[in-house]
């Protein structure tokens, strides 16, 4: 069984267009894949990214939610034939 926390998001962070918000957290995925950063940067890098992250989990399920109600409910896939 999974349980969402939820995450405090900095107000920062909520300025940020969903855009914005994704290339911020895909350079932050980067650093931490070099493991060239010290530790207590990673940390505070991990957890700005775990905000940036429900940030933009947010912003998608916002759209997904605007989308279903122009559609009546009904979406498909953008790939489906």
């Given amino acids: ?3 969402e926390t939820k995450i405090d998001i900095a107000e920062d962070i909520l300025a940020l267009s969903f ?3 994704l290339a911020e957290l895909e350079s932050i995925v980067d650093r931490l894949e070099t493991g060239d950063v010290a ?3 990673s940390i505070e890098i991990y957890q700005r990214g ?3 992250r429900a940030y933009c989990d947010d ?3 916002s759209a997904q939610a605007r989308i279903e109600k ?7 896939p ?3 034939d």
């Fill in 39 to 41: 530790l207590e940067e």
């Fill in 1 to 3: 069984m999974s349980q």
């Fill in 19 to 21: 855009e914005q918000a």
């Fill in 70 to 76: 122009i559609t009546g409910g009904v979406t498909s």
């Fill in 50 to 52: 775990a905000q940036l």
């Fill in 78 to 80: 953008l790939d489906a």
């Fill in 59 to 61: 912003k998608l399920k």
